[in-house]
Each structure stands twice: as structure tokens, then as C-alpha cells.
């Protein structure tokens, strides 16, 4: 980013495994303007090795079962990745839930 591009702050909040993956149930990260939810999940998976492959299939798309919620709303009814996200956006990933 040069100095007059503004970034895109973005609030992640993490649930079950993916809590303990990341060390923390919430953080903060500032990307460049345009970002998308896959840039994002893309993100994390580098920045954090535990969630390497627990997000994004191998064609970068949202993994089944997973639920990943832009300010509260399910990305998959948006756009999927391509959602583009906004400053002071909320992104909510939750792992798939095992039950019976």
C-alpha cells in the first residue's frame, strides 16, 4: 500500500478449533482495499499453519460444512469468496459442527 491507500480493517472472530487454532476467539487485520472473504481465508491459512486446509478447498473455494459469516450473514448466499468485504467489517468463521 503507498501512503494514500487506506486499508481495509477487518474484525475476524473464530469458533470451536478454529479458536484454538488461531490462539485467540477474536483479531483485527488490515488488508489492502478490494479484499475479498477468499483473500482472507487465504490469509489466515498462511498466517496461521494450523488452519492450513481447514478453510478453502483446492479450487479456493469455502470448504462444505463451514460457515463463514460476513457482519452475520452467510458469505455462501453473497458472493462466496468473491464477497468483497468493507472497512470495520465483521468476519465470523465456524468450523463444521460434529453432532449425532
Do not use: C, W
Not at 22 to 33: D, H, L, M, N
Not at 55 to 64: A, F, M, N, S, V
Amino acid at each position: 500500500m503507498t501512503e494514500n491507500d487506506v486499508g481495509v480493517e477487518i474484525d475476524l472472530r473464530f469458533f470451536a478449533n478454529f479458536r484454538t487454532a488461531v490462539g485467540q476467539k477474536e483479531i483485527v487485520r488490515t488488508f489492502e482495499p478490494g479484499v475479498t472473504v477468499g483473500d482472507v481465508l487465504a490469509g489466515l491459512e498462511s498466517e496461521f499453519p494450523e488452519l492450513a486446509g481447514d478453510t478453502l478447498d483446492e479450487d479456493g473455494e469455502i470448504k462444505p460444512q463451514l460457515s463463514v459469516l460476513k457482519n452475520g450473514r452467510e458469505v455462501v448466499h453473497m458472493d462466496g469468496t468473491a464477497t468483497a468485504l468493507e472497512d470495520g467489517d465483521r468476519l465470523s468463521v465456524f468450523p463444521p459442527v460434529a453432532g449425532g
